[in-house]
């Protein structure tokens, strides 16, 4: 009996081992076999940077591509139409078909590309000024759904056609795409990134706001003309702000009202501040941005609602054309309220834009009023940019100067005629 039970005791020992050794053998093959099976070759692969999408007059979709050129070589630019060829623009090449649908329009543009589309390193979307103006839904509803492109890609709407500014060369980097890009990392502006989008798309108690984006001229003269001479060539630039409605775009804010609209969301993390000197009004100070905090605060007596939005930013001097002597108590007290000024006249004029000129929320107001209200908000937010359009807003700006420099006053230097 004790035998039969020692051999029973043996064999489990032995077969737990062969079970062990099989199951390291099946992990050892899945992960030789795992294969490549959704790779990607570089060779077979139509890498895009950026993406624009237009309004035909007849309805139709306009989708643009800016697709990297990894072997780029004599490189001329053309035009970049939807039935032919594309256009080469330095290392990128931009191409453009039409469709029904975005998606239809990305197949139509697919039979003139050799390469597989792949969407995963597009750095910009671009809605056209026309398209942005009949409504996006449509689009985002394809991006949504496609698992390719970044939610983390930035969009932007161009002053005119998308196509056009995809198009564009850049003085410093290798496409307009990368350009727009590098200054989005530099947080140059209002960049808003397309999660963000659709994020105050959905969220009642806001409006999605976007870059305006606008293509500059460049050369011996530079400005918004309208054909190119010899030595010059176009650029994309920021220009200030495009507002939505939902998803139709109503309006643009200009580069100081689009400041504006940053300090009243928050947004801004660096950057200057300059006035003019207190003495000399035709020379300036400007202060560089430390750090700054907005916070708003609403109210609501059950039938309107108020908001109070305080401002803190933190500086230091960073350059003086004047002769003002800092160190007295009272110049730096009238500097402060100089600063604090210009802070609030910026934001106070995005504030009256966008509530006055457009009636819509684009700062985020209703989120904070439904945090506060919970209760009164479900009565309130179908139509809460109507409640926002006749609310009152006070802004007050605090200016703290951390430093305000080595120098108590300006350096003054000689000039070669009084030596």
């Not at 062969?18 to 099946?26: E, G, Q």
């Not at 005119?160 to 200054?183: I, N, P, R, V």
């Not at 916070?295 to 001097?317: H, N, T, W």
Request: with cysteine; net charge positive; proline share 3%.
């Amino acid at each position: 009996m004790a035998g039969r039970c020692c051999n029973k005791r043996g064999g489990g020992k032995i077969g737990l081992s062969k079970r062990v050794a099989f199951l390291f053998l099946i992990i050892v093959l899945l992960g030789l076999t795992g294969g490549c099976w959704s790779r990607k070759e570089l060779s077979e692969t139509a890498i895009i940077l950026g993406a624009g999408i237009d309004r035909e007059p007849d309805g139709k979709v306009r989708l643009t591509l800016q697709i990297a050129r990894p072997a780029a070589f004599g490189a001329t630019e053309g035009g970049g139409g939807g039935g032919g060829g594309g256009a080469m623009v330095g290392t990128v090449w931009v191409v453009s078909g039409t469709g029904e649908t975005v998606f239809d329009a990305q197949r139509n543009l697919s039979l003139q590309v050799s390469r597989r589309l792949y969407w995963s390193h597009n750095i910009i979307l671009i809605f056209g000024e026309d398209a942005s103006r009949q409504g996006v839904r449509e689009v985002i509803n394809f991006f949504s759904r496609s698992p390719q492109p970044r939610e983390t890609m930035w969009v932007g709407v161009a002053k005119g056609k998308a196509e056009e500014l995809l198009t564009s060369h850049s003085a410093m980097e290798k496409s307009s795409a990368q350009s727009l890009g590098f200054l989005e990392r530099m947080k140059a502006g209002l960049f808003v990134e397309y999660k963000d989008f659709i994020r105050d798309l959905a969220c009642p108690g806001t409006n999605p706001v976007a870059p305006r984006l606008e293509l500059l001229y460049r050369g011996r003269h530079e400005g918004p003309v309208m054909e190119l001479g010899p030595g010059y060539h176009k650029e994309a630039v920021l220009t200030g702000a495009a507002v939505f409605k939902d998803d139709r775009l109503v309006g643009w804010l200009d580069e100081s009202e689009t400041r504006g609209l940053l300090w009243l969301r928050n947004l801004i993390k660096k950057g200057a501040v300059t006035v003019p000197s207190l003495n000399e009004p035709e020379k300036k100070i400007t202060m560089e941005i430390i750090r700054s905090k907005t916070k708003v605060d609403p109210y609501y007596d059950g039938e309107k609602a108020s908001f109070e939005v305080q401002i803190r930013v933190d500086g230091m001097l960073i350059e003086q054309q004047s002769k003002e002597v800092f160190t007295d108590p009272e110049v730096m007290a009238a500097l402060k309220k100089s600063l604090a000024a210009d802070v609030e006249r910026k934001a106070r004029s995005a504030l009256e834009k966008a509530r006055d000129d457009y009636a819509v929320d684009v700062f985020g107001f209703g989120e904070a009023f439904h945090r506060k209200y919970k209760k009164e908000w479900p009565a309130l937010k179908e139509y809460w940019d109507e409640e926002f359009a006749r609310s009152d807003v006070d802004i007050a700006v605090e200016v703290r100067i951390r430093q305000s420099g080595m120098q108590a006053g300006r350096l003054s230097i000689r000039r070669g005629a009084e030596r």
